[in-house]
């Protein structure tokens, strides 16, 4: 496993995260999950990421109970959540210094530890003003309740906006921003956010490296019996991926260049993402341990070279744009 500094940070995080999102305390019980987290911990992953928005917080209870019993040292691992999804009630949900302190508690407590290494605003709220989240999650890291601070999808001006609080207050950062990242979403990684790696130091934790299963080639020729896509409470992803279906074409072509390489195509679009230096770690979602071992097995490969970088952006195209020089 390598370990790579998160941002302009000292943290170190494992070249790849395990993630629980439709997994954990959904797809995975306890006793998968238990072996799945070891085998990760074994690996050398030691980046577990969460939020009280999965499962309603089984997730995180789930993960919590895992850790317990599987008795980590806590100086061992880097364990995240995210607030903004925590009920339906209007102080349930948002990032007010409330609720952004109930959810943090609330966490705390389902993962049954004293501190959150990584703690992340889920998404922007627009009803709250950033200098209020930005206090908020300052106060935490004080407290010693969360080490270090984030986003995830917010905007390049969103984030700033919260730097610029951060540093005019005298304030604790955000150092992290955790997007999707993969072959068919690229925009704000490479585009947008370009200007606040340099400036700020800002680091990044993926997710969704594999487009939720579009870059495993599985959904190319329509949905299969029992896939993910295929189940009732996924009809908004479904929807979502088939409004504009131009990215089907591209993963068979993908797919074909993958075979002339001997090269699985989810391990190609998984070491594409890790080719970028700005990632900090990328999160794998499973909900088996075979799927685990599979994707692990991908990090031992070389890295892609120049000749199928460019045979994979010939076929994608869809790279943003350079800065202009007038």
């Known amino acids: ?61 789930l993960m919590g109970d895992a850790i317990a019993s599987l008795g980590w040292s806590r100086d061992t691992f880097v364990l995240s959540s995210k607030a903004f999804w925590g009920g339906e009630k209007p102080t349930q949900k948002g990032l007010s210094r409330k609720h952004i302190f109930d959810a943090c508690h609330a966490a705390l407590k389902r993962l049954r530890v004293d501190y959150l290494d990584l703690y992340y605003c889920h998404r922007p709220d627009i009803d709250t003003p950033i200098r209020e989240t930005v206090w908020a999650m300052h106060d935490l890291v004080s407290q010693g309740k969360v080490m270090y601070w984030g986003t ?130 990328v999160i794998l979602g499973v909900s088996k341990l075979s799927q685990l071992t599979d994707n692990l097995s991908a990090l031992a490969r070389e890295p892609l070279d120049s000749g199928l970088i460019n045979s994979i952006e010939s076929i994608v195209d869809n790279k943003p744009n350079e800065p202009q020089r007038f």
């Open 1 to 61: 496993m390598k370990y790579r500094r998160l941002g302009n940070s000292g943290l170190k995080l494992s070249e790849v995260g395990l993630g629980s999102w439709v997994t954990f305390g959904k797809q995975i019980d306890l006793s998968t999950g238990k072996q799945i987290m070891q085998e990760a911990y074994d690996a050398g992953i030691n980046f577990f990421d969460n939020a009280e928005g999965y499962e309603e917080g089984e997730a995180e209870r």
């Open 152 to 281: 995830s999808e917010w905007n390049a001006q969103q984030i700033t906006e919260a730097i610029s609080v951060a540093k005019a207050d005298k304030l604790h950062m955000p150092i992290v921003e955790q997007p999707e990242y993969n072959l068919l979403k690229r925009d704000k990684v490479e585009g947008e956010y370009r200007p606040l790696y340099a400036l700020y130091g800002l680091g990044l934790t993926t997710f969704s490296p594999l487009a939720s299963g579009r870059l495993t080639g599985k959904y190319s020729n329509g949905i299969p019996k029992g896939s993910r896509l295929d189940l009732p409470e996924y009809a908004w992803l479904k929807e979502l991926f088939f409004e504009d279906d131009s990215w089907v074409q591209k993963v068979k072509l993908l797919s074909q260049l993958a075979s002339q390489y001997d090269i699985p195509l989810h391990h190609l679009a998984l070491k594409w993402v890790l080719a970028n230096p700005n990632v900090s770690s």
